[in-house]
């Protein structure tokens, strides 16, 4: 499809487990964002790449979280040691340009579950 | 620090009727606003955005916004609701420069009733 797709959808993980969440952006996007969203929140910056390199990774909430886009199209999101306070949706966008008013393009999310 | 305020975390009106989803921003440079929608299960779609300019903005789905300098507002309007816009809606802004991050509100819950 054309727009952004993260998979899954949907991930239920076991307190401790590791987890990776997948981010494929508009093809030849340049930048990607990822957003953490709680439940009845507004979308919380993550992180940012540019192609392949991380420029801005200052909303990442702990050091178990990692993440990478070494070839700089599609995005990993990684989280160790799973917490139930990481239960969010997971959002990645992607943008066709660096710029502050070119608008960000968003996949539909994983929601991320920790019991 | 920048922040995007919206008051409201509901707002009902009747189908037909014109509708106002407020929003209120604080930065220090010039901001860059937008508005995005969110429908039950499914992603962030953009509605507009504010750059420079005409301050009245018309965007996606017969919506349009107002940037109040003086009143660093941003307020989504739409001259008569449908109930099919009855979704979640967020306003945000990215400074100019830096790394192009969006600050988000925490949204406001539109309904719309037949």
């Known amino acids: 499809g054309a727009g952004v797709s993260q998979s899954p959808r949907y991930k239920v993980a076991k307190r401790g487990q590791d987890v990776a969440l997948r981010c494929d952006p508009i093809s030849g996007h340049v930048s990607l964002f990822w957003y953490q969203q709680a439940l009845g929140q507004g979308p919380e910056f993550l992180t940012y790449f540019q192609n392949e390199a991380q420029l801005d990774k200052s909303g990442l909430p702990s050091d178990r979280f990692f993440a990478e886009r070494p070839e700089g199209s599609v995005s990993t999101l990684k989280i160790q040691r799973t917490q139930q306070e990481d239960s969010a949706v997971y959002l990645c966008a992607s943008s066709a340009r660096q710029g502050a008013g070119t608008e960000a393009f968003f996949g539909q999310g994983t929601r991320l579950t920790v019991v | 620090a920048q922040s995007v305020a919206q008051p409201e975390d509901q707002v009902n009106v009747a189908e037909g009727n014109p509708l106002t989803v407020k929003c209120t921003y604080s930065?220090?440079?010039?901001?860059?606003l937008f508005w995005y929608v969110q429908y039950p299960n499914r992603g962030l779609q953009f509605l507009l955005k504010?750059?420079?300019?005409?301050?009245l903005v018309k965007g996606s789905y017969g919506f349009e916004a107002e940037f109040n300098k003086s009143q660093t507002s941003f307020h989504l309007k739409k001259p008569s609701a449908l109930v099919s816009d009855s979704a979640l809606y967020f306003c945000?802004?990215?400074?100019?420069?830096?790394?192009?991050?969006?600050?988000f509100g925490a949204g406001t819950r539109l309904a719309v009733h037949p």
């Open positions: 504010y750059i420079t300019g005409d301050n």
């Open positions: 945000a802004v990215r400074l100019s420069g830096g790394y192009n991050k969006l600050i």
């Open positions: 930065v220090s440079g010039n901001p860059y």
